[in-house]
């Protein structure tokens, strides 16, 4: 009896090992499985970014149109159409991919929302690299370096950030132009969604200056003859750059060898002779 019990309990034992190794087994597959899904499914995220786009047949790029040269409106053949450096790049990117280039003109403080959120598929228009975008967006390598200028009405007296004390300063919303801004002493901000909306301010002397990128300034500048005058000191500014979607690493690929194209090419040096020495702004 005693012996039939023994064998009974090691019976026993026996099969709730075997059950619970293979309730194991059972796990470690599944979870094998869901892994490997996972990483399936991001790979396919991955290709549908390239294959929407090809897709759709177009490349959506968002940008903020009232920064000349880098991207502003200007009539072509009584069209009114976005044009400029940033839209030369953006062209050079569709054409890699082997598509047409849709430009949506918005907010500036709403293009990475728009990017995070797939209403677009890039965002160019003048990007600073920051650490703080860094955290929602993937950067792709620079195109253009360039600092910040403050840019003030003729006779307003102002020669340097000191003299912005009291002072109420233009900003676009979301810029690295407003940050910089912050940090001067004793200013007054007037944010804007639009940097024409901030110079039209400027000039009507409701405001005594608007930080943007040098280029811009000395666009807006010559834009409006005697009318607006640069500081001559700037304002330290990092490189620019394409803003994407983080884990959209295929498309970075893409556009970082297009830009590395254009540079090894000297594509980039005409585009930049082009749109920041040549251009001159119609009036
Ligand atoms: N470089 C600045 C920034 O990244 C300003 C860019 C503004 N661009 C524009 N298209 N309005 O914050």
């Known amino acids: 009896m005693k012996k039939i019990l023994l064998t009974l309990l090691v019976l026993i034992i026996m099969l709730t090992v075997a059950v619970g190794a293979s309730g194991c087994g059972q796990n470690a597959k599944n979870q094998q499985e869901f892994s490997q899904e996972t990483i399936g499914s991001s790979e396919v995220k991955e290709e549908d970014t390239i294959e929407r786009i090809k897709k759709a047949g177009k490349l959506v790029v968002g940008t903020s149109a009232d920064y000349p040269p880098f991207e502003f409106h200007q009539v072509v053949n009584g069209k009114d159409e976005i044009v400029g450096f940033d839209i030369d790049l953006a062209r050079a990117i569709s054409k890699e991919l082997g598509v047409e280039l849709e430009i949506k003109d918005m907010d500036f403080k709403s293009i990475i929302p728009a990017v995070l959120s797939k209403t677009v598929d890039i965002g160019i228009a003048g990007f600073t690299i920051t650490e703080e ?151």
């Open 133 to 283: 975008r860094e955290k929602s967006v993937n950067f792709s390598i620079p195109y253009l370096e360039g600092d910040q200028q403050i840019i003030t009405y003729k006779g307003s007296g102002i020669k340097g950030k000191e003299d912005l004390k009291g002072k109420t300063v233009g900003v676009q919303i979301g810029t690295t132009g407003e940050e910089a801004a912050k940090k001067i002493e004793g200013v007054t901000l007037k944010q804007f969604d639009s940097v024409d909306a901030a110079i039209m301010d400027l000039l009507n002397k409701r405001i005594e200056a608007v930080i943007v990128d040098v280029a811009v300034a000395k666009a807006y500048a010559s834009n409006n003859p005697g009318k607006l005058e640069l500081v001559s000191e700037t304002i330290e500014d990092e490189a620019k750059a394409v803003v994407l979607r983080k884990g959209d690493e295929k498309l970075l690929e893409v556009v970082n060898k297009v830009i590395k194209n254009l540079k090894e090419s000297g594509e980039l040096d005409k585009l930049i002779k082009k749109w920041f020495i040549d251009y001159k702004p119609a009036n």
